[in-house]
């Protein structure tokens, strides 16, 4: 035994990494697809991973829901985190993590889903684009750049945008997703205190090129 | 025939609608609390009618469930138009209709409930609040008073602060829902191109008495 764990614990962790990673990105579609009471037979059936292998990574098929938004909301996350690191005026991070985000709808519907379809709940999360936005407008203020009375109060409108953009975005399939959003950004920066003429500049600054934005078929 | 024709049509008009009211009232309370999959037996039984009774005035569950949501969004409707009638500026009629819509959420939870669990379908219905801000930021900026480009994506940001500042309430039940409705109605304003200090002033003048606002026990 002594010789097996030197040499198996890696492909064994790989390997449970795999199989962890399959059901999540199932869950996910599944989710995305509004099959919220799939059964979980269905769900290793389309991962491919036997059924005994889900209950050594989840209880329920709801933990593994929750896996599933957790990881998609930290996959977003990462990608602001990334996209954004070079900027300094945290006006701008938050313009961008916006712009960014309402971009992501049409380029990976399922990531995109599966956040919408938690919405409501998601705009406390301490995962993905909230509290990032949360951060920015609260360092935006004490910059002096946003007037902001209660930040709280702004995130509900700032959440509350985010969401109704990504479903009109999916509702409405010949809409122009980098405009509209900009345009949303735009009248969000406005709201927040930035003057009109800076809130439009701010949404027309050339965006860092998107291929880091998380893509379904990368989950695993 | 014709003697029976002449007195109880109206008798049975009115239990009818009766019937149907208390299964509309009925299914309000389960949407609310969230039980969406309850079976009709429960539905009934809570209403206090008979299956046969059900089947009357709806077809399944879903058809139900829809009845009582456009209820509830008519409700509110109504009591919109009712106390916002004696305004003139469209301006006003926007923001009074998003502070007393702020107010409905810890007066009538039900209601209120019934509204959010539909959220982000119920931004594109033609009942409710919706058609009624989209009409009142239309009218404002043809009348020079908001400065919107595209009203769909403006209404995008509204609905969201007004679903989301909704869920905000419920969940912190020490807030003010009175200042916190007012505040975000105030960001809403500037965001749709009002001068900060009108956009103030406005939200603080006197609304009118909420006594008009629905009630869920007057629903029948």
Redesign the interface.
Same mark, same amino acid.
């Given at each position: 035994m002594a010789d097996k764990t030197r040499e198996e614990p890696n492909r064994l962790e790989r390997r449970k990494a795999r199989t962890r990673a399959a059901l999540v990105t199932a869950a996910q579609s599944f989710i995305a697809a509004g099959k919220l009471n799939a059964p979980i037979l269905e769900i290793t059936q389309a991962a491919d991973v036997g059924m005994g292998s889900f209950y050594n990574h989840f209880q329920s098929r709801e933990e593994l829901f929750q896996a599933a938004i957790e990881e998609a909301l930290d996959r977003h996350g990462a990608a602001l985190d990334l996209l954004c690191e070079n900027l300094d005026d945290p006006a701008q991070v938050f313009a961008q993590s916006f712009r960014l985000t309402g971009r992501l709808h049409r380029r990976n519907p399922t990531l995109s889903k599966v956040l !919408?379809s938690n919405? !409501?709940a998601l705009? /406390?999360s301490d995962r993905g684009l909230a509290p990032r936005a949360s951060r920015d407008i609260e360092a935006a203020t004490r910059a002096g750049r946003f007037q902001v &009375?209660?930040v709280? !109060? %702004?995130m509900?409108?700032v %959440?509350? %945008? *985010?969401?109704? =953009?990504g &479903? =009109?975005l999916h509702?409405q399939a010949d809409r122009d997703d980098a405009a *509209?959003t900009d &345009?949303?950004t735009e009248? !969000?920066l /406005?709201?927040l205190g930035l003057p009109a003429d800076e809130a439009h500049e701010i949404c027309q600054r050339p965006l860092p090129p998107l291929d880091a934005l998380p893509q379904h078929d990368t989950a695993a």
């Open positions: !919408l919405g !409501l705009i /406390r &009375q209660d709280e !109060l %702004a509900t409108i %959440a509350g %945008a *985010a969401i109704c =953009l &479903q =009109l509702d *509209a &345009q949303v009248d !969000l /406005r709201m």
